[in-house]
């Protein structure tokens, strides 16, 4: 362990609390979707991005991708301001991040995850006993931009038939977290804050 | 003999782009697709698909509509409907089957069960 991620994680040590080891195990053997036709997922969410041209069109793809390829409903990207160190909510989906409550919540796990550098899966926030071989968790992936990390996007209350992060949700994250930023944030004109709660596929 | 013709109706481009995606990839079938459900009505129509595999919510007419109307009609009464939703409630999925549809999958669709499910409706 560096001692840089020794002091990420004194500093987060009451939230890792919560991410616990036998939380984590449980997740790395949840189950898999085929990797037969892994393929066609990845493949649907890279072309998704990459066919996006604005921001308006990146948010509706990350939504998409997150109702349809990933099994969550209610999500809400974080920008994150480098020179004061604070997130404020850029976007969300299906919750109301209006509430002080809410981004005192995401600011930890937020934070964590920015500074990790890579996805950051934890207990879900309004978690109160799901069972231990799928428990409820919220994802947080860091969105790049230019090689810096300009934003997180929390992925929380997954639907109840998604019992478990599989090796396709991996990659999943992974493409959001190359391929989502562009558009949103290394352009001159980005999307202003917006919210918006109802819709399901 | 031509390749059986599968009828995919989504509004959200991503999950026709899988399906389409995992269909033409790991199957013999032909895809066509339609964006929402007065569109999916006239393909149903046009294109006489040898079945449809539809979301449900939509803009314009959801999935449970366009099932109803489609087994109204005498052409495309007797295709089978798969509905496909992030919706897994016992009352959706009745509601889905009062509405006329063969089966009813939830989203994040599994590529292998999706695959033979197709199958078994299609054959090899």
């Given at each position: 362990?560096?001692?840089?991620?020794?002091?990420?994680?004194?500093?987060?040590?009451?939230?890792?609390?919560?991410?616990?080891?036998?939380?984590?195990?449980?997740?790395?053997?949840?189950?898999?979707?085929?990797?037969?036709?892994?393929?066609?997922?990845?493949?649907?969410?890279?072309?998704r991005l990459r066919e996006s041209l604005n921001a308006t069109e990146t948010l509706e793809a990350i939504r998409e991708i997150a109702s349809n390829l990933l099994g969550c409903e209610t999500m809400v990207l974080l920008s994150f301001d480098r020179k004061t160190d604070v997130f404020y909510p850029f976007w969300s989906f299906g919750i109301d991040v209006a509430k002080r409550s809410m981004m005192d919540a995401l600011e930890e796990p937020a934070s964590y995850c920015a500074a990790l550098g890579s996805t950051y899966i934890a207990r879900d926030l309004e978690d109160q006993g799901s069972s231990k071989e799928h428990p409820k968790v919220s994802v947080f992936v860091p969105i790049r931009c230019n090689g810096g990390i300009k934003a997180v996007l929390a992925l929380l209350q997954f639907l109840p038939q998604k019992l478990g992060i599989d090796m396709v949700d991996n990659e999943i994250f992974h493409i959001l977290s190359e391929e989502a930023g562009g558009t949103l944030f290394c352009q001159t004109h980005a999307a202003p804050a917006t919210n918006t709660l109802e819709r399901n596929s | 003999m031509a390749p059986r013709k599968i009828l995919l109706v989504d509004d959200s481009k991503t999950a026709l782009l899988m399906e389409r995606s995992m269909v033409e990839r790991h199957s013999p079938y032909q895809c066509v697709t339609a964006s929402n459900g007065l569109e999916a009505l006239e393909k149903a129509q046009s294109e006489c698909p040898d079945l449809v595999v539809m979301d449900v919510v939509m803009p314009h007419m959801n999935g449970f509509e366009v099932c109803k109307k489609m087994r109204e009609e005498e052409k495309t009464k007797r295709i089978p409907i798969i509905l496909v939703t992030t919706r897994g409630e016992e009352a959706y999925i009745e509601a889905g089957f009062q509405s006329g549809c063969n089966d009813y999958i939830t989203k994040p669709i599994n590529g292998q069960e999706f695959l033979k499910l197709l199958q078994s409706y299609l054959g090899e």
């Open positions: 362990m560096t001692k840089h991620s020794q002091i990420i994680e004194k500093k987060f040590r009451r939230f890792l609390g919560n991410a616990n080891e036998a939380l984590l195990a449980n997740l790395r053997s949840g189950p898999n979707r085929s990797a037969y036709t892994a393929d066609a997922v990845i493949e649907a969410a890279k072309k | -």
